[in-house]
């Protein structure tokens, strides 16, 4: 079986807005770069909660945060004993 990689960026961004992207960015403090990935972090986090809860409505809040640990740290589901 061949895989093939391929590297290509796909964006619905405007090359003037991409331009504009970058100048705002690159005008940012590292304290709002920070905050801009944690904004971005805590999105992500939420959008995978949404998820989760939207494929197992009957999962408690904590069976749901772990979920999503797993899903950031675990390639494959949590034995039996540990759910």
Same mark, same amino acid.
């Given at each position: 079986?061949?895989?093939?990689?391929? #590297?290509?960026? =796909?964006?619905?961004?405007?090359?003037?807005? +991409?331009?504009?992207?970058?100048?705002?960015? +690159?005008?940012?403090?590292?304290?709002?770069?920070?905050?801009?990935? *944690?904004?971005?972090?805590?999105?992500?986090?939420? *959008?995978?909660?949404? #998820?989760? #809860?939207?494929?197992?409505?009957?999962?408690?809040?904590?069976?749901?945060? +772990?979920?999503?640990?797993? =899903?950031?740290?675990?390639? +494959?589901? *949590?034995?039996?004993?540990?759910?």
């Amino acid at each position: 079986m061949t895989c093939y990689h391929f #590297r290509m960026a =796909l964006s619905d961004t405007s090359p003037a807005m +991409r331009k504009m992207q970058l100048e705002i960015e +690159r005008a940012m403090t590292g304290e709002e770069r920070l905050i801009r990935a *944690l904004e971005m972090s805590f999105l992500g986090r939420d *959008l995978a909660k949404a #998820r989760i #809860r939207s494929d197992h409505p009957d999962w408690s809040e904590a069976q749901i945060a +772990r979920e999503v640990l797993r =899903l950031a740290f675990l390639p +494959r589901p *949590l034995p039996n004993g540990l759910r």
